[in-house]
């Protein structure tokens, strides 16, 4: 009998394993082997460990050269790079490394140490106190390559690994997991702003981490955003306003609108809670030239229905808008709605001319309001 561990919040697979996994799984023979489910969601130690089979696994495999001292058999990874990324030379220990910008950086390793360790460690270079591993246990999860990641999300003074002056203003995202003695993780690091807009495309090229096929282009072949020909499947849904015309899908965009010429209207959903509600709003804030609210300040904002709840009403006209690209609009406004749902980010957003988007407002309104979750 093979006992196989379970551990919490992770599926175990089918009791009966096929011939093929023998060596990978380490069981003893082939047939319909009698597999005993251990549970041991109370014992520390194998709590990451995650059942997996051969073509799951993405990480170098360490086996003796084949033709010299040389020769290596290590697994060639690939992904998909986000736009305004750059791959940058690899270093120790670190598997790719990617640039977004002056200041941010995003690298993959396969390390030691375990999942509690390094969670740790982060958080001292962040300036913030050590957690428990219960609290670990809390985070959410996100794909990283074929596995199922912890979310780490801090949000502080980074000092890095030399310990030298702490860089204000930095934001730390991770995902991290445990198979058996390897950690793998996916980290970037930079300003908070820079890492806030990039948590969108930094998920994104975590759940692309592959093995690289034969011939493939290591990051992906061609435009990164090429499956952005269709908008996500849904489970909310709502109402457009008479006269709103649908605009073409984009990346992170749930569905976008066009209510009148030179304004459009979008719903985007931001994974494990998108970074809060707070810094989205002053994030809006910032691309219409506006300082940032208190969390006492954004409470006493106007309010608008959204999915049930009274979310914080954004009401900035007769300014300059700053897209994403650092594109400034004189005369624009910019209307705003966010909430958590499910701890997720839903956000409405509508920007143009500030005479068009003053027309629209009972119309923005009424489309916040008609959101729901598909019954």
Same mark, same amino acid.
């Given at each position: 009998?093979?006992?196989?561990?379970?551990?919490?919040?992770?599926?175990?697979?089918?009791?009966?394993?096929?011939?093929?996994?023998?060596?990978?799984?380490?069981?003893?023979?082939?047939?319909?082997?009698?597999?005993?489910?251990?549970?041991?969601?109370?014992?520390?130690?194998?709590?990451?460990?995650?059942?997996?089979?051969?073509?799951?696994?993405?990480?170098?495999?360490?086996?003796?050269?084949?033709?010299?001292?040389?020769?290596?058999?290590?697994?060639?990874?690939?992904?998909?790079?986000?736009?305004?990324w750059?791959?940058?030379?690899?270093?120790q220990?670190?598997?790719?490394?990617?640039?977004?910008?002056a200041?941010?950086?995003?690298?993959?390793?396969?390390?030691g140490?375990?999942?509690?360790?390094?969670?740790n460690?982060?958080?001292?270079?962040?300036?913030?106190?050590?957690?428990?591993?219960?609290?670990m246990?809390?985070?959410?999860?996100?794909?990283?390559?074929p596995?199922?990641?912890?979310?780490?999300?801090?949000?502080?003074?980074?000092?890095g690994?030399?310990?030298?002056?702490?860089?204000?203003?930095?934001?730390?995202?991770g995902?991290?997991?445990?198979?058996?003695?390897?950690? &793998?993780?996916l980290?970037?690091?930079?300003?908070?702003?820079?890492?806030?807009?990039?948590?969108?495309?930094?998920?994104?090229?975590a759940?692309?981490?592959?093995?690289?096929?034969?011939?493939?282009?290591?990051?992906?072949?061609?435009?990164?955003?090429?499956?952005?020909?269709?908008?996500p499947?849904?489970?909310?849904?709502?109402?457009?306003?008479?006269?709103?015309?649908?605009?073409?899908?984009?990346?992170?965009?749930?569905?976008?609108?066009?209510?009148?010429?030179?304004?459009?209207?979008?719903?985007?959903?931001l994974?494990?809670?998108?970074?809060?509600?707070?810094?989205?709003?002053?994030?809006?804030?910032?691309?219409?030239?506006?300082p940032?609210?208190?969390?006492a300040?954004?409470?006493?904002?106007?309010?608008?229905?959204?999915?049930?709840?009274?979310?914080?009403?954004?009401?900035?006209?007769?300014?300059?808008?700053?897209?994403?690209?650092?594109?400034? !609009?004189?005369?624009?406004?910019?209307?705003?709605?966010?909430? &958590?749902?499910?701890?997720?980010?839903i956000? &409405?957003?509508?920007?143009?001319?500030?005479?068009? !988007?003053?027309?629209?407002?009972?119309?923005?309104?009424?489309?916040?309001?008609?959101?729901?979750?598909?019954?």
């Amino acid at each position: 009998m093979v006992p196989i561990r379970k551990p919490r919040g992770l599926r175990v697979f089918n009791a009966f394993l096929p011939c093929a996994l023998g060596a990978t799984l380490l069981l003893a023979g082939c047939g319909d082997a009698e597999v005993v489910v251990e549970d041991v969601r109370e014992r520390r130690a194998h709590y990451d460990y995650i059942p997996r089979t051969s073509q799951q696994r993405f990480e170098p495999k360490r086996r003796a050269p084949a033709h010299g001292a040389g020769a290596s058999n290590e697994v060639q990874l690939a992904w998909d790079l986000p736009e305004g990324w750059a791959e940058a030379p690899l270093t120790q220990y670190r598997k790719a490394n990617f640039k977004i910008g002056a200041d941010t950086q995003c690298y993959l390793s396969i390390t030691g140490g375990g999942v509690e360790a390094n969670v740790n460690r982060w958080r001292k270079q962040m300036g913030l106190k050590p957690q428990s591993f219960e609290e670990m246990k809390a985070f959410p999860q996100k794909k990283l390559g074929p596995y199922d990641a912890l979310v780490v999300d801090l949000e502080g003074s980074f000092t890095g690994m030399s310990g030298g002056q702490a860089a204000k203003g930095y934001r730390m995202l991770g995902l991290i997991v445990q198979d058996q003695q390897q950690t &793998i993780v996916l980290k970037m690091v930079g300003p908070a702003d820079v890492v806030l807009r990039e948590r969108p495309s930094f998920f994104r090229i975590a759940k692309s981490i592959r093995r690289r096929a034969d011939g493939e282009n290591p990051h992906g072949g061609g435009d990164p955003h090429a499956s952005a020909g269709a908008e996500p499947k849904s489970d909310y849904q709502w109402t457009a306003p008479k006269g709103w015309k649908r605009g073409k899908p984009k990346m992170e965009r749930l569905v976008t609108y066009h209510p009148a010429d030179g304004v459009q209207c979008y719903i985007s959903i931001l994974v494990a809670g998108g970074g809060g509600i707070g810094p989205n709003v002053n994030r809006w804030r910032r691309q219409m030239g506006k300082p940032p609210l208190s969390n006492a300040e954004i409470g006493n904002l106007k309010k608008v229905r959204l999915l049930g709840q009274d979310a914080p009403l954004l009401e900035l006209m007769g300014g300059k808008f700053t897209d994403m690209d650092g594109k400034a !609009v004189d005369g624009a406004a910019l209307m705003g709605a966010m909430c &958590i749902d499910r701890g997720r980010l839903i956000t &409405i957003k509508m920007t143009g001319p500030t005479a068009a !988007v003053e027309k629209q407002r009972e119309a923005f309104i009424a489309f916040c309001e008609s959101l729901e979750p598909v019954k």
